[in-house]
């Protein structure tokens, strides 16, 4: 037999090494690999993927195969959820959303990764040069402490979608001014200074009928001027409650005060109640679905893109859509900005916001080959020229020395306001409890944003409810 016959021999199907004795040296063959990942199915784990597909080599030599299970976001926890405590241990790479950190880590699913971090000083100097609320988000559990189990895939804030066709006709700017003494926002800078009432305005005065004139021309069907989150499902009213209620000075129950942060006189406070009904009060400028509560990301999303909307708040996640005119009519007529916010006593916009986006986590379960090559995918993934690639596809990059060159911003129009939205992101809860408190806090926002129910009530009631909550988990005292 020959050696090379003794080799092939010596090889499994399964992909481990083969070794052999050589004239005293030992030749191995190159391994294969598999990551199993869960994603959320939209553009930026798709960028990804097709990234990987095109041009991953892995340093190891090692043949990597990345097998992306792509799951609707509806859905994307509760599969995932199923999955981890199921016992199937199906999935050894996942794109996690910060929120669950505290549940899957709790629940032994979710690795550690500050050894991994240590152990690689090239890796270590990568995520000291994140944004820190990016880090804070993505990798910290319990929230803010130096315990690190994710890396950031995608990065993600709120921004405004406009109709620059709309906004900066002569015709509409003229009747704008002449009706509230104010220009009309219309160029990417007119849209940062933009405040709430700036932004209610606008609502107010592009409510259009079939029939009547929008730029000159006759509308063959209803126009509206604003629009935003207003869904029950999953997280999406409360991502845009959420920064209402920081913008006013109030809160969230903050679990880095665990265990003294209270529910009660804080999720209820004055500061938030004005907040909520400040939040609700702009649904009346929506398209008429707003009030129905089934308004998520993907239906105003859809809305704009269909040419329905004059501005719309979305997630950078959901942009690409937007500029393909296969799937957007308003493609070529678009403007963007950052999201609007309250207007301060000194004239300052307060912009706080609830940070979007999903870092990557390894489960317990990765073996050592596995995690080697999923450390090496995440080293390439967050190395400069990647950024920069991820970032010219549509992407979005936390990193300092990435986001910050002059290129950056001409990779999509939407990067101009991206690095000025970082500093005014924070995050929700990520303890254990998570998805019982969004949920019960979903069903509530629901019933205020459907008019039955009205801010104080609802904030009352969600107050009342963390607060038991918390206090039967120990988390308040």
């Given at each position: ?294 308004m998520d990301i993907f239906k105003s999303d859809e809305l704009f893109r269909e040419g329905k909307v004059a501005m719309n708040l979305d997630w950078i996640g959901l942009g690409e859509a937007s500029l393909d005119p296969k799937s957007s009519k308003v493609s070529d007529k678009l ?143």
């Open positions: 037999m020959t050696v090379m016959t003794k080799l092939k021999a010596l090889a499994t199907a399964s992909g481990f090494a083969a070794t052999l004795l050589v004239g005293g040296a030992t030749i191995a063959s190159a391994e294969e690999i598999t990551l199993t990942m869960a994603v959320p199915d939209w553009p930026p784990t798709r960028i990804m993927k097709k990234m990987f597909d095109e041009q991953y080599k892995p340093a190891s030599g090692n043949t990597v195969k990345l097998e992306v299970d792509f799951i609707p976001w509806p859905d994307f926890y509760t599969r995932v959820n199923a999955s981890l405590t199921s016992g199937e241990q199906k999935y050894n790479f996942a794109v996690s959303d910060s929120q669950w950190l505290g549940a899957f880590v709790e629940g032994g699913y979710f690795r550690k990764v500050n050894d991994l971090i240590d152990a690689d000083p090239e890796l270590k100097a990568t995520m000291d040069q994140m944004h820190p609320a990016v880090v804070a988000a993505y990798s910290t559990y319990p929230h803010k402490t130096p315990n690190y189990y994710g890396f950031p895939q995608f990065p993600d804030v709120i921004v405004n979608f406009a109709r620059k066709d709309v906004i900066c006709n002569e015709e509409e700017q003229a009747a704008f001014q002449a009706k509230f003494s104010v220009k009309l926002p219309c160029t990417g800078e007119e849209l940062d200074d933009m405040d709430w009432d700036m932004f209610e305005k606008v609502g107010q005065f592009f409510m259009r009928k079939k029939g009547d004139k929008l730029a000159g021309q006759v509308l063959d069907d209803d126009f509206y001027g604003i629009a935003y989150q207003a869904g029950k499902g999953y997280d999406f009213s409360s991502m845009q409650i959420n920064g209402f209620i920081w913008q006013y000075g109030g809160n969230t129950w903050d679990e880095t005060q665990i265990p003294n942060g209270q529910a009660e006189g804080v999720v209820n406070s004055e500061a938030a109640v004005k907040a909520l009904d400040h939040y609700l009060r702009l649904i009346q400028y929506m398209p008429p679905v707003a009030k129905t509560g089934t403007v963007f900005g950052m999201m609007p916010g309250l207007r301060g006593p000194d004239g300052k916009i307060i912009r706080w916001s609830n940070i979007g986006g999903q870092p990557f986590v390894l489960t317990t379960w990765t073996t050592d080959a596995q995690i080697k090559e999923a450390m090496g995918f995440v080293k390439w993934w967050l190395s400069p020229e990647i950024q920069h690639q991820f970032a010219a596809g549509g992407g979005q990059s936390a990193i300092k020395a990435v986001y910050e060159d002059p290129k950056y911003v001409t990779y999509r129009p939407w990067n101009r306001a991206w690095a000025a939205s970082l500093d005014w992101q924070k995050d929700v809860w990520h303890v254990p409890q998570f998805f019982e408190l969004l949920t019960q806090q979903q069903d509530q926002f629901d019933l205020a944003i459907t008019g039955k129910q009205d801010a104080k009530t609802t904030l009352d009631n969600i107050a009342k409810f963390q607060q038991n909550l918390l206090k039967e988990a120990g988390l308040i005292q």
